[in-house]
T-cell receptor
């Protein structure tokens, strides 16, 4: 149980285009979803926290107009990288907090590799 | 602000031997949780073990155990009988018991297992 999926697993796009990444909780309802960014050989950096039906809360230094997050249902959150540039190339990971359980229970998706040419 | 520090960027262990990964943290909270996550080459984050701060007993999961020293704010991971599949990046993480729900990660320790 508690499986989180991400789609796509990898994407290559041209500079200036927008890319949408989906994060789904497959067998549970996720009250809260988190989006992280990870550079090679580095730790996970929290980008934003999204709660179903409300606006995402972004971490300091993360451009909310650049990284659009939507959490339309208890099983789906999306991250859209708008007008992507090569510096946006990274590994993006989502995690989901399980509704009804303690706040510390988070399950991670397999990640999405984004390469912007 | 809470911080998590892993002072060992890389570690190496012989297969079947025991290795300990270090982690220290800083917080003024009394209610919090600590975790060790494993990230293999696939990059899927896998929860290895968790510890509630209010519990004095150290958590254990099969070959994985922790040494939780609350006063010293130390949370080390011991891997016994190391296996080749244990080779991965290991992240120590903290979350407080309040409303933030944010996991704070250390910088990671890359563990190599030698056959």
């Amino acid at each position: 149980g508690a499986v989180v999926s991400q789609h796509p697993s990898w994407v290559i796009c041209k500079s200036g285009t927008s890319v949408k990444i989906e994060c789904r909780s497959l067998d549970f309802q996720a009250t809260t979803m988190f989006w992280y960014r990870q550079f090679p050989k580095q730790s996970l950096m929290l980008m934003a926290t999204s709660n179903e039906g409300s606006k995402a809360t972004y971490e300091q230094g993360v451009e909310k107009d650049k990284f659009l997050i939507n959490h339309a249902s208890l099983t789906l959150s999306t991250l859209t990288v708008t007008s992507a540039h090569p510096e946006d190339s990274s590994f993006y990971i989502c995690s989901a907090g399980v509704a009804g359980l303690a706040v510390e229970t988070q399950y991670f998706g397999p990640g999405t590799r984004l390469l912007v040419l | 602000a809470q911080t998590v520090t892993q002072s060992q960027p890389e570690m190496s262990v012989q297969e079947a031997e025991t290795v300990t990964l270090s982690c220290t943290y800083d917080t003024s909270e009394s209610d919090y949780y600590l975790f060790w996550y494993k990230q293999p080459p696939s990059r899927q984050m896998i929860l290895v073990i968790r510890q509630e701060a209010y519990k004095q007993q150290n958590a254990t999961e099969n070959r994985f155990s922790v040494n939780f020293q609350k006063a010293a704010k130390s949370f080390s991971l011991k891997i016994s009988d190391s296996q080749l599949g244990d080779a991965a990046m290991y992240f120590c993480a903290y979350i407080d018991g309040g409303a933030t729900n944010k996991l704070i990660f250390g910088t990671g320790t890359l563990l190599a297992v030698q056959p």
